[in-house]
């Protein structure tokens, strides 16, 4: 962090150091989340077809598989699993929209017993993420939302974890075309 020799801090090395400050004081429940969204989420191109296919590999249990067929300019695929932790099973799921004019593709997680305060700290951390565009916190136990800009053409949005109910969830959603 600083240089031996003169005493100085290198450029930036405070920066770094409350980064991983917060990411180390962060719960083996958010860690475990964020290194799990990173894993089936955060790979570029976010494709439906990329999250099946890793959950296909580990062999985690589908729990619902949602295809409405095409309706010549209409396509919607939704698939989710139960993913085990070591601090607790998780539900995941992807999905896709395609019409005519635009297309979509998604990625969430649904967990339960995670403090969103501390989900968003592990978050900025791990993914490197910068200033949310939107971080709004509302009042009497309603839950805060906030959404980070994900690469050139997708969001991540984190919501829930209230006092009342600690379900956060987790989407990173991507603008095919």
């Not at 150091?17 to 955060?42: D, H, I, K, P, T």
Request: net charge neutral; glycine share 6%.
């Amino acid at each position: 962090m600083a240089d031996c020799m003169s005493g100085r801090s290198a450029p930036g090395a405070i920066v770094l150091l409350l980064m991983s400050v917060s990411v180390a004081y962060a719960n083996e429940r958010s860690l475990e989340l964020a290194s799990s969204l990173q894993f089936f989420c955060a790979q570029q191109p976010l494709t439906f077809d990329a999250v099946d296919a890793k959950a296909k590999a580990m062999q985690v249990p589908v729990r619902k598989d949602e295809r409405i067929p095409s309706s010549g300019r209409l396509r919607v695929l939704s698939k989710s699993w139960l993913v085990p932790l070591n601090s607790g099973p998780y539900e995941l799921s992807a999905g896709v929209t395609q019409s005519a004019d635009s297309a979509a593709a998604s990625c969430a997680m649904a967990a339960s017993n995670v403090d969103a305060d501390e989900m968003r700290l592990t978050l900025v951390g791990a993914l490197n993420l910068g200033a949310p565009y939107i971080d709004v916190a509302a009042a009497d136990g309603k839950p805060r939302v906030t959404a980070w800009n994900y690469g050139a053409d997708a969001a991540l949005w984190l919501s829930g974890g209230t006092a009342a109910k600690p379900i956060v969830h987790l989407q990173l959603v991507r603008s095919l075309y």
